[in-house]
């Protein structure tokens, strides 16, 4: 997952420079750079076609998202077993803590799949005006027309968290933890000290 | 893989426990709320003969 991630943004990239490209009215030519931890391949280099499966589909979505007009627009859902918190609603950008990484939602995102971590998710809804939200897991998809749904177990603003009840909780599990005897016991007890230690930390 | 998943755990009991554990964190006047939703209950009404018997009363389950 990370490596997909890794080249789906260098895959944004390309597609970013080749709209600036086209702008400018230089349809025939195209700057592409392509670089990797270990090694830069190309610098602006002019050629002739650039073949990947993801790119060639970011292309295709972005074209699509162009010609609708929705290039700087993201409906944008968070729901979760207790609240539903954005319908549809058009953000600026949305913060998400995954296991494949923590990463932020732009519009014109790349179409992703991935799954909530225990953490704060942060949605910047209009300029200045942000809200965090703990979700303790659940789903992130992104889709091809730029919405976004997150659906979570459970989620609550951070607001609404307790920062002495959170260090509570932190040292039961990390009790239950120690005193775990099974494998599966301590599976779960550890579970519940990771997301003890994210409310801390979020809390405070 | 994860170590939870290696202990035979799956996401759904992964994201049950985390639920759990931020529900114990909230607020006490949104914790009372907030838990009440970890209870479910199941009514059983046994049928003879196309007639409902008896109905028992609501037993409680985690």
């Known amino acids: 997952?990370?490596?997909?991630?890794?080249?789906?943004?260098?895959?944004?990239?390309?597609?970013?420079?080749?709209?600036?490209?086209?702008?400018?009215?230089?349809?025939?030519?195209?700057?592409?750079?392509?670089?990797?931890?270990?090694?830069?391949?190309?610098?602006?280099?002019?050629?002739?076609?650039?073949?990947?499966?993801?790119?060639?589909?970011?292309?295709?979505?972005?074209?699509?998202?162009?010609?609708?007009?929705?290039?700087?627009?993201?409906?944008?859902?968070?729901?979760?077993?207790?609240?539903?918190?954005?319908?549809?609603?058009?953000?600026?950008?949305?913060?998400?803590?995954?296991?494949?990484?923590?990463?932020?939602?732009?519009?014109?995102?790349?179409?992703?799949?991935?799954?909530?971590?225990?953490?704060?998710?942060?949605?910047?809804?209009?300029?200045?005006?942000?809200?965090?939200?703990?979700?303790?897991?659940?789903?992130?998809?992104?889709?091809?027309?730029?919405?976004?749904?997150?659906?979570?177990?459970?989620a609550h603003p951070v607001d609404s968290l307790d920062a002495s009840a959170a260090r509570d909780v932190l040292s039961k599990a990390q009790s239950e933890l120690s005193s775990a005897s099974s494998e599966t016991a301590k599976a779960e007890a550890q579970i519940a000290v990771e997301v003890a230690e994210a409310l801390v930390a979020a809390a405070s | 893989m994860t170590y939870w998943r290696a202990a035979g755990l799956n996401y759904i009991q992964y994201s049950n426990i985390a639920a759990r554990t931020l529900r114990r964190a909230l607020k006490t006047e949104f914790r009372a709320d907030a838990e009440k939703r970890e209870e479910s209950f199941i009514r059983i009404t046994p049928w003879k003969d196309g007639k409902p018997i008896k109905t028992s009363s609501p037993s409680s389950s985690a």
């Open chain 1, 1 to 154: 997952m990370a490596s997909l991630m890794k080249s789906s943004r260098m895959a944004a990239r390309l597609v970013t420079s080749a709209t600036r490209v086209a702008r400018r009215g230089y349809a025939d030519q195209m700057d592409f750079t392509l670089a990797s931890g270990n090694k830069v391949f190309y610098t602006n280099q002019n050629v002739k076609q650039v073949s990947s499966r993801m790119a060639a589909r970011l292309v295709t979505s972005a074209t699509r998202l162009a010609r609708r007009g929705y290039a700087d627009q993201m409906d944008f859902t968070l729901a979760s077993g207790n609240k539903v918190f954005y319908t549809n609603q058009n953000v600026k950008q949305v913060d998400v803590p995954s296991f494949s990484g923590a990463f932020g939602i732009l519009p014109n995102h790349v179409p992703t799949l991935a799954i909530l971590k225990p953490g704060v998710i942060t949605v910047y809804e209009t300029e200045g005006v942000s809200q965090k939200i703990f979700v303790s897991s659940g789903t992130i998809t992104v889709n091809d027309d730029s919405s976004v749904q997150i659906i979570a177990e459970e």
